[in-house]
């Protein structure tokens, strides 16, 4: 059986980017029987870049409700807030002390972050000995990530080794990295890669008419409407096709195609398919945002079972490390 972990900051609201690129693939891996799959919100890792606690409490319970309106199950795989389980922050210290400083000082994700942010911390330059914490102190096999990630998920490996080399046998679990070589770059409503920091996303659970203020937002050239459109170079049509079936997808290129048919129709058809296609996950979520202790109470279960096993690894740690178990 393998043992997949995934996690995911609560730096802000989820996305449609998050949503097709990590929180559905993670939720069908879930299902298959042969896996056990480990998904925490990363509400440590936010602390790098975000400071205000309000914030980040919404966006934990805007996260946890995410997950849960599309489906995980909790009660046969773990679901917690990185946070609670305090043996996250423990690990993180001892494997900072098997890191080399050039390691990290050599993490593209650093170099780009450290150009583009005016609050250039510790934590973010030690941003990837944490993630490492997260992995090895579950024992996890796969980690789902992204393209961006599979350097830091070499630097755990590196770091779970000079460990274990030092222990003489292997305490710490090599990880492996699953990327999906099939998934593009989700476009936000400005084209760029959908994410928070560029404030381009798509919230699909607005109400919908702040959902249709989004989507009119979606950037279009000026071709007139009885023009014919190249469907290839629209964002709102390489959006739509993410969602679309390909009988769907190939109707609104003809549509494009043919001219006589505008980019609001498009908006419109992409409003439509939004609502139709997550109606259940909508109520979902926000069922659990409106029923607090429900959700809290999810959370804490899921962190007695994350603990049980963390504390297990950290005896072990620290057991080879002079500090008793």
């Known amino acids: 059986m393998a043992r997949i972990l995934t996690g995911i900051q609560s730096s802000g609201l ?19 029987p042969q896996n056990e799959s480990f998904l925490f919100i990363a509400d440590l890792h936010s602390l790098t870049t975000l400071k205000n606690g309000t914030e980040r409490e919404l966006y934990v319970r805007s996260i946890a409700s995410t997950w849960l309106a599309f489906g995980f199950d909790t009660d046969k795989n773990v679901f917690w807030r990185q946070s609670r389980v305090q043996e996250h922050a423990e690990l993180s210290w001892y494997l900072s002390c098997f890191t080399p400083f050039p390691m990290l000082a050599n993490a593209t994700s650093f170099k780009d972050k450290s150009e583009k942010l ?14 490492a914490a997260d992995i090895l102190l ?5 980690i789902p990530v992204g393209k961006d990630q599979k ?3 070499e630097m755990a490996k590196d770091i779970a080794s000079r460990f274990n080399n030092l222990a003489g046998e292997d305490i710490l679990v090599l990880p492996e990295p699953l990327i999906d070589e099939r998934m593009m770059t989700i476009p936000g409503i400005d084209g760029q890669k959908m994410s928070k920091s560029y404030n381009n996303y798509i919230n699909i659970f607005l109400p919908e008419k702040e959902l249709k203020n989004v989507l009119k937002k979606i950037v279009s050239d000026s071709t007139p409407l009885e023009e014919p459109k190249d469907p290839d170079t629209d964002i709102t049509f390489k959006i739509y096709s993410l969602l679309a079936s ?7 290129r003809q549509n494009y195609l043919n001219g006589g048919y505008g980019y609001g129709h498009a908006k419109q058809a992409l409003l439509e398919i939004i609502l139709e296609k997550y109606a259940e996950p909508r109520r979902l979520y926000n069922y659990y945002m409106e029923n607090n202790d429900e959700l809290e109470g999810i959370l804490k279960t899921g962190e007695e079972k994350a603990r049980i096993i963390a504390r297990g690894t950290i005896e072990k740690v620290r057991r080879v490390l002079g500090f008793g178990a």
Do not use: C, R, W
């Open 118 to 131: 005016a609050d250039v911390n510790a934590g973010l330059f030690t941003y990837p000995v944490l993630m």
């Open 151 to 153: 350097q830091h998920l």
């Open 246 to 252: 390909e009988t769907e997808t190939e109707t609104m």
């Open 14 to 32: 989820p996305h449609l980017g998050n949503l097709l690129g990590a929180i559905q693939p993670a939720i069908e891996l879930s299902k298959n």
């Open 138 to 142: 579950y024992n996890a096999n796969i």
